[in-house]
């Protein structure tokens, strides 16, 4: 590991721990004063030990002046895989600095499926700089992969395949491997793909079995027991779940008449799944797909959409609370007591949103389980309720003197976590029913809910048992 990344000591403290596999502050520190120097040499010497993913890093951790100023030094030295590994809100500010030929070289390192990540959201002229850039063959590929629908399969594989015929042995694989050119050779692979006459994939062979296997073995004999063939019209979500379900390395990719046409590996399936759980959390939170790097205004107009939503579920809570005035002038008590149940209800229903929206993702939450999920979080919510409606109808008590409304908040607690446990659950599941993202909808609704239902049920029952 470079001496620029802070390591983990086993014995460390948390604070520590969260340090670890992060540039040092006194690298990045040099780094932006050999910058501030000019000094090219030195700038090279700190930046040559670093990994691809943290140049990427700390590109996206500086300022923009910074960061333009760095690239224009470290010049020809820039790698391609630092452009793959940048967030797409850097990228393109970082590709429209580079030079025609450090961008030429840059790319032609790259593998095509990362060249396809890394032009898709450009805009035109980029894209096409960087088609240009590439060897005819290179974007005769990217050209063929671009043509798939986003977020498909045949967007996510690359077309650098390594394959075999079913009848060959392992002699014959590892001198066809040994005569072909370097270049003709995807940068990492993990499987030969065996194929029949038609180039139908038949089953995989790993690199490892046929490094320990001898010569006159055939291929066909040590194929891999778990075998996915990947469609290429195929979600690159479902991509994921595949890999992650079934643990593969990496899967062949086929068009309509079943014929090999590329290969998924294992870092793009876990790229997939990392940015769906990325995209999940945010939109949970009503914040979009924003990074550190926007600016004010990008990230202004992508969280002001979620507040305007937020504005009327609280007008309808509002109005709810504005039907019993009455009630509230006569009992002040209801106004101090009221938002501790709106709150408990909101929490509650934040739980079960969250454990509900997680599991249909990873597809855990089915038809066969849907109404066992259900009523365990309706009962959840009902256990809650009352180990906290005996705390709050107690405080209710000691706080205020009266018994009465001590039940009146014990009872509405009840009521709001058990709805909170059936919203929570319900809503995302009917979403999903409907084609709707539940991650990107549900919150709103949920909240809607459980304080509409809080509010009604605490001033409701004291207008009917206190008044």
């Known amino acids: 590991m470079s001496e620029q990344i802070e390591e983990l000591d086993p014995a460390a403290s ?113 894209q096409e700089t960087i088609l240009d850039a590439l060897e005819e063959t290179d974007r005769v590929a990217v050209e063929q992969a671009l043509n798939w629908p986003e977020y498909s399969a045949g967007r996510l594989m690359q077309r650098e395949v390594v394959m075999a015929p079913e009848h060959w042995t392992v002699g014959q694989a590892i001198d066809h491997l040994r005569a072909t050119k370097e270049e003709d050779l995807p940068d990492q692979f993990y499987h030969i793909v065996m194929v029949d006459p038609r180039l139908h994939p038949v089953g995989n062979v790993t690199l490892g079995k046929l490094m320990r296997s001898r010569r006159e073995t055939r291929l066909a004999d040590i194929l891999e027991e778990t075998f996915q063939i990947i469609p290429a019209m195929r979600d690159e979500g479902d991509v994921a779940y595949a890999f992650n379900q079934y643990h593969l390395i990496s899967a062949p990719v086929v068009d309509e008449e079943g014929r090999l046409i590329g290969v998924i590996t294992i870092d793009d399936a876990m790229a997939v799944l990392d940015e769906e759980h990325e995209e999940d959390i945010l939109r949970l939170a009503g914040v979009g797909e924003g990074s550190l790097s926007d600016r004010v205004t990008e990230t202004t107009k992508q969280r002001l959409p979620w507040l305007a939503v937020n504005l009327v579920t609280a007008i309808a809570a509002s109005v709810v609370i504005s039907q019993f005035e009455a009630a509230i002038a006569q009992i002040v008590a209801l106004a101090v007591l009221m938002p501790i149940v709106a709150s408990m209800g909101g929490n509650a229903g934040t739980q079960s949103l969250t454990v509900a929206v997680r599991a249909i993702a990873t597809k855990d939450l089915t038809g066969s389980n849907v109404w066992r999920v259900i009523r365990r979080e309706v009962l959840v919510g009902l256990v809650n309720g009352l180990i906290f409606a005996v705390i709050m109808g107690i405080v209710g008590v000691l706080w205020f003197g009266s018994p009465g409304l001590g039940y009146v908040i014990a009872t509405a607690m009840v009521i709001n976590l058990v709805v909170a446990g059936l919203a929570g659950t319900g809503i995302p599941i009917l979403l999903e029913r409907f084609g709707v993202d539940p991650a990107l909808a549900s919150g709103a609704f949920v909240t809607t809910v459980t304080d509409v239902v809080g509010f009604f049920a605490f001033l409701g029952l004291a207008a009917l048992v206190l008044l």
């Open 14 to 126: 948390p604070e520590e721990r969260a340090e670890a596999y992060v540039l040092d502050r006194k690298a990045v520190a040099a780094i932006l004063e050999a910058v501030e120097a000019n000094d090219q040499a030195h700038l090279t010497q700190l930046m040559e030990p670093l990994h691809a993913a943290d140049i990427a890093d700390l590109l996206e951790q500086i300022d923009e002046d910074d960061r333009a100023a760095l690239i224009r030094l470290y010049g020809q030295e820039f790698d391609g895989e630092i452009l793959s590994e940048l967030d797409e809100s850097v990228r393109e500010e970082v590709i429209s600095i580079l030079t025609p030929q450090v961008l030429t070289q840059a790319v032609r390192e790259l593998d095509s499926d990362d060249v396809v990540d890394l032009i898709e959201d450009l805009e035109d002229a980029q």
